[in-house]
């Protein structure tokens, strides 16, 4: 297990921009991945971005392609979520999540350990 703490939400105007952070734990064993998710009120968990431990290959849902950056810093044990052009739409509490082995990013239970999440709200 990793313990992970999430910051950097906030209420935005449609167009503006947020980093988000995920400060993660001492990593044991394998690591696979580190993703984000967001989840709107009333919907699932949607996966938003990924990152490759092994290679920093980064990956995005087709929604917020071009416009999130995902990247991460190991001398600060933090991965960061850029969030860039942001619409009403992206309003939703963001999670950062853990993968310890391969798996589909779609699906939750390929994410073994989750933050507490941080909301992100962008008014039109």
């Known amino acids: 297990q990793v313990q992970l703490v999430e910051s950097g939400g906030g209420l935005v105007q449609a167009g503006d921009s947020l980093r988000l952070s995920c400060a993660y734990s001492?990593?044991?064993?394998?690591?696979?991945?580190m993703g984000w998710f967001s989840q709107a009120p009333g919907k699932e968990h949607k996966w938003v971005a990924a990152?490759?431990?092994?290679?920093?290959?980064?990956y995005y849902a087709d929604s917020v392609k071009g416009r999130f950056v995902i990247s991460r810093d190991n001398t600060k044990n933090t991965v960061y979520l850029q969030m860039n052009s942001l619409k009403p739409e992206d309003t939703a509490v963001y999670y950062c999540?853990?993968?310890?082995?391969?798996?589909?990013?779609?699906?939750?239970?390929?994410?073994?350990?989750w933050g507490q999440g941080t909301q992100v709200t962008v008014s039109a």
């Open positions: 999540a853990w993968a310890a082995r391969p798996g589909s990013f779609y699906d939750v239970a390929t994410f073994g350990s």
């Open positions: 001492a990593l044991h064993g394998s690591s696979y991945a």
């Open positions: 990152i490759i431990w092994s290679n920093r290959n980064t």
